[in-house]
């Protein structure tokens, strides 16, 4: 018995230390060198010329439209002051037609106030999304030339050393390469 025991005891020490031996060593994950970059995106739709331009055009189409609109109106408050005094005057039928008319008018103009806007944010989203599309071919070129990795927004960033900021470098080539855009229609 007792050397039953023995052997067993012997061969759990004798498993222990081959399993020790036979441990193969895990290899260290290589520590890579990433490179990267990070870009303000505010201050490049704030400095890009192409931007700027966009939203110069949007806000005078913008202020030529309500102008229009507030002509539409104006004529229309006209009309809603002549239904008023001629309110003692006419028939209660002819009136509630008149004013029946007068708001049909009204609606008309809210639907194509809105659409107008509605159709105004889309040519702007529109032409938004071609100076963007510029901005990351632009973007991609510096990267490779600076054999980047990684850009950023540098709103997505806590800390950042001017080493490795490429705004001001995005913000001239896009400058060249996109100078001015069209509000799409």
Same mark, same amino acid.
């Given at each position: 018995m007792?050397n039953? #025991?023995?052997?067993f005891?012997?061969?759990l020490?004798l498993? *222990?230390v081959k399993a020790?031996e036979? /441990?193969?060593?895990?290899?260290q994950?290589?520590?890579s060198n990433s ?7 505010? /201050?490049?739709?704030?400095?890009s010329?192409?931007?700027q331009?966009?939203?110069?055009q949007?806000?005078d189409v913008r202020r ?5 609109f507030? /002509?539409q $109106? *104006?004529i229309?408050r006209d $009309? ?6 001629q309110k003692?005057?006419?028939s209660?039928?002819a009136?509630a037609?008149?004013v029946?008319s007068?708001?049909?008018?009204i609606? $008309? #103009?809210?639907?194509?106030q809105?659409?107008q806007a509605?159709?105004f944010?889309?040519s702007f989203e ?6 963007q ?10 990267a490779n030339k600076k054999k980047?990795n990684?850009? #950023?927004?540098k ?5 950042v050393?001017? *080493?490795?900021?490429l705004?001001?470098d995005?913000?001239s080539e #896009? ?10 229609k």
């Open positions: 007792k039953i #025991l023995f052997l005891s012997l061969s020490f498993f *222990d020790q036979v /441990k193969p060593k895990t290899p994950p290589a520590v490179n990267i970059g990070v870009v303000d995106m505010k /201050k490049i739709l704030a400095q010329k192409a931007y331009s966009l939203v110069d949007f806000e030529k439209h309500r102008n229009t507030t /002509k $109106e *104006d229309i $009309e809603e002051s002549e239904i008023l005094k003692n005057v006419l209660k039928e009136y037609e008149k029946k007068l708001g049909k008018k609606n $008309e #103009l809210k639907s194509k809105a659409n509605k159709k944010e889309l529109k032409s938004t999304n071609k100076i599309g510029a901005l990351v071919d632009v973007l991609s070129i510096i980047l990684l850009v #950023l927004a709103s997505q960033v806590i800390l050393g001017n *080493d490795i900021d705004t001001d995005a913000i #896009l400058n060249k390469v996109l100078p001015k855009i069209s509000l799409d």
